[in-house]
Antibody, heavy 120, light 110 residues
Framework: QVQLVESGGGVVQAGRSLRLSCAAS????????MHWVRQAPGKGLEWVAV????????YHADSVQGRFTISRDNSKNTLYLQMNSLRVEDTAVYYC?????????????WGRGTLVTVSS | QSVLTQPPSASGTPGQRVTISCSGS????????VNWYQQLPGTAPKLLIY???QRPSGVPDRFSGSKSGTSASLAISGLQSDDEADYYC???????????FGGGTKLTVL
């Protein structure tokens, strides 16, 4: 079954750290760039980070640059997001998503998301 | 403030045709393909249109996309109650070295 399953969300105090995971199955994980996209409660989608299929390149949004780090382990078919120095404004549902060249580099597969709540 | 600009809301009656606009700049829509996503209430986003006007398999041909210059549009014809959702445009931005989304448009079927 082709799917992405996020985990690791929860309630954390501002300033602390959290690591999200995304388990991929049903496709060749190591062939695709992967992203994290977040959605604050009642708000729109915000792109967070991307990592190339082989991990050779990664980019982060300005809003998380220097605090968040995207990584992957192709041997475990797993994507990660290390979130440090968390802020209240980082509260959101975090989605893992796959970028597919066959679909114009769009995000053709999404997980159900994991909720991160940062308390003050 | 989103880099891509969408109207916050749109509405129509069953059977009508509605369009949702998405405005950007030369560093994103003007030079890169646009994708559209549909987010039904309480669910994850779903790819609706890719490369400006292509539909993934399973997406009804009632949904269509277009692009001109630094703007793009999503059209939905034969509106149905199931189409009530939030719609987002997205594109890569060469200046930001990242993906940018529109703020989203909430579609209401009256």
């Amino acid at each position: 079954q082709v799917q992405l399953v996020e985990s690791g969300g929860g309630v954390v105090q501002a300033g602390r750290s959290l690591r999200l995971s995304c388990a991929a199955s049903g496709f060749t994980f190591s062939s695709y760039a992967m992203h994290w996209v977040r959605q604050a409660p009642g708000k729109g989608l915000e792109w967070v980070a991307v990592i190339w299929h082989d991990g050779s390149k990664r980019y982060h949004a300005d809003s998380v640059q220097g605090r968040f780090t995207i990584s992957r382990d192709n041997s475990k078919n797993t994507l990660y997001l290390q979130m440090n120095s968390l802020r209240v404004e980082d509260t959101a549902v975090y989605y893992c998503t796959k970028q597919d060249h066959d679909y114009g580099d769009s995000f053709d597969l999404w997980g159900r998301g994991t909720l991160v709540t940062v308390s003050s | 403030q989103s880099v891509l600009t969408q109207p916050p809301s749109a509405s129509g009656t069953p059977g009508q045709r509605v369009t949702i606009s998405c405005s950007g700049s030369s560093s994103n829509i003007g030079s890169k393909p646009v994708n559209w996503y549909q987010q039904l209430p309480g669910t994850a986003p779903k790819l609706l249109i890719y490369s400006n006007n292509q539909r993934p398999s399973g997406v009804p041909d009632r949904f269509s996309g277009s692009k001109s210059g630094t703007s793009a549009s999503l059209a939905i014809s034969g509106l149905q109650s199931d189409d009530e959702a939030d719609y987002y445009c997205a594109a890569w931005d060469d200046s930001l070295n990242g993906w940018v989304f529109g703020g989203g448009t909430k579609l209401t079927v009256l």
